[in-house]
């Protein structure tokens, strides 16, 4: 019926073309200032942090330690390398599990249990970090009594297994079924085809996932506000609060003073330069694979 | 594969945790707990109503903002540019999702709260400021900042599935609107129209990521626990009080309040991501079956 009313009216009123013209005109309008208002805030993003943060971005950024208050200069070391140990910790817990996980669910899917994993794991990749750091306390600060490296990295383990799960089933699909059939047909066992075969060839692109999820990671904050805890000195123990670049922006950026502000910005600069580019080497593999496969 | 049972087990098991630490919460205010509206560490009276409200009101104002950008962003992307231009220009959009949260917050406190108090709310408040929503004293920080915030973090995400979904519908249906004379936005119209339970997905999934946000909101939306009918003024959130004085709480009943409120949040995002991801699925096993 609706689309019969359609027809006539296209023909049979040459006015209302117009306005329907008009309305097309406008939509289409909209839709290019929306993808325009989109993307200014990037730009400006990117343009008011490197604006703000090169003049602090020198090599004792990445070598001294904090100055206290009122002394120019300085760097955050101690946050440079407390957000590399945290992130080993992290990638120790996060990334076996990511991709056995990743693994289950395409070599062995079908059953309800891998389609519960896939949903479970799209719950927990929307769980508030905040979250993940309450259960960080709970389960280590608590029982060892104090705020550490070690709950920090275990925090952001358990953050970056849904996005390496992810990527590790993406990559695993792109994977030829024919492939795994001729391994299968010559005697070879189920785990080592998956393991020697289908793995292999598609480490590529779960080596960019592991790279995506250890960008975000690098980034997260909040759990790492009562676990890491943060620290102003040196500190490379385990067992003790660990500085990290992202909670040391954030205490910065808070504080009243403008040599701290400016530190700040060279860390967010940095945070930024290392996410754009790991998503940048993300892109172009991810592209080749795509190539490959049409 | 016991590592993937792993997965199921932690999540079970950060939702035994949270219920645990949270019993003393729960059993000195009970239900009172999300109704009440005090909160005051000193005297040891505990409720979360304003964050909750300051949680639902900026989540939602951001879904606002993002919703009608990110589906133009995603027609734009979809329908109307050439593959020249859209492969710089998603992967822009992503690069938008993958900007750590802290530096949203920092830009926000820096740019965006200045711009809001100079410029945006004193605008607001000449124009409609008979509304009871734009009363009050523009600081620059509060809800409608922390909300704008929200949406730019947000719109790569609805953009993204508003993206798939559109891809999803069959190009046979646009071809047969053309067949009938209509017009591209007529045709795209009909997509959107069909698509709706999967962009309806999309915008919940946004939602949920909106709700759990904790750094940037914290940074910007002022920090008071009440709540008022002025977007102006500054506001709360779950995830932010948490941030906040978590790692400084004073005493047993302190922490465990603040891990109930953690319990609410985890609840809340966790009903919303799976109605989403149920509404996603089902969307696109429908069109596959197609």
Known sequence: MEENKAHTSVFAKPKNLKRRKIVNSIMLSLCVVAAVISILPLFYIFFYTTKSGISSLNLDFFTQMPKPVGEAGGGMANGIVGTLILISLGSIIGIPVGILAGIYVTEYSGGIFSNLIKFVTDVLSGVPSIIIGIFAYGVIVIPMQGFSALAGGFALGILMIPTITRITEEMLKLVPQSLREASLALGVSRWKTTLQIVLRTASGGIITGILLAIARAAGETAPLLFTAFGNRFWSTDLNQPIASLPVQIFNYAISPFDDWHKQAWAGALVLISLVFIVNLIVRIVTRDKFANKV | ?290
């Open chain 2, 1 to 290: 594969m016991i590592f993937a049972c792993s997965i199921i087990l932690i999540v079970l098991f950060i939702i035994a945790e949270m219920f645990q630490d949270s019993v003393e919460a729960r059993e000195v205010f009970g239900w009172k707990f999300i109704f009440s509206s005090d909160w005051d560490p000193v005297k040891e009276k505990f409720g979360a109503l304003p964050f909750i409200f300051g949680t639902v009101v900026s989540s939602l104002l951001a879904l606002l903002i993002s919703l009608p950008i990110s589906i133009g962003v995603a027609v734009f992307l979809n329908e109307l540019v050439n593959k020249a231009l859209r492969t710089p220009l998603s992967f822009l959009i992503e690069i938008l999702a993958a900007i750590p949260s802290i530096i949203y917050g920092f830009w926000g406190i820096f740019v965006l709260a200045p711009f809001m108090r100079n410029t945006v709310q004193p605008l607001l408040q000449s124009t409609l400021g008979f509304l009871p929503f734009f009363k009050g004293t523009p600081y620059g920080t509060g809800l409608l900042t922390a909300s704008i915030i929200l949406a730019i973090m947000i719109t790569p995400i609805i953009t993204a599935i508003t993206r798939d979904v559109l891809k999803a519908i069959p190009t046979a249906q646009r071809e047969a609107a053309y067949a009938l004379g209509a017009t591209k936005w007529e045709a795209i119209k009909m997509a959107l129209l069909n698509a709706r339970s999967g962009i309806l997905g999309a915008s919940v999934l946004g939602l949920g990521r909106a709700i759990g946000e904790t750094m940037a909101v914290t940074m910007v939306i002022g920090n008071r626990a009440e709540i008022s009918a002025s977007l102006f003024e500054p506001a709360y959130t779950m995830a932010s009080v948490i941030a906040n004085e978590f790692a400084e709480a004073s005493g047993n009943l302190h922490v465990s309040s603040l891990i109930e409120v953690g319990l609410i949040l985890f609840a809340v995002t966790f009903i919303i991501n799976s109605f989403a991801r149920l509404l996603i699925y089902s969307f696109t096993r429908k069109t596959e079956g197609k």
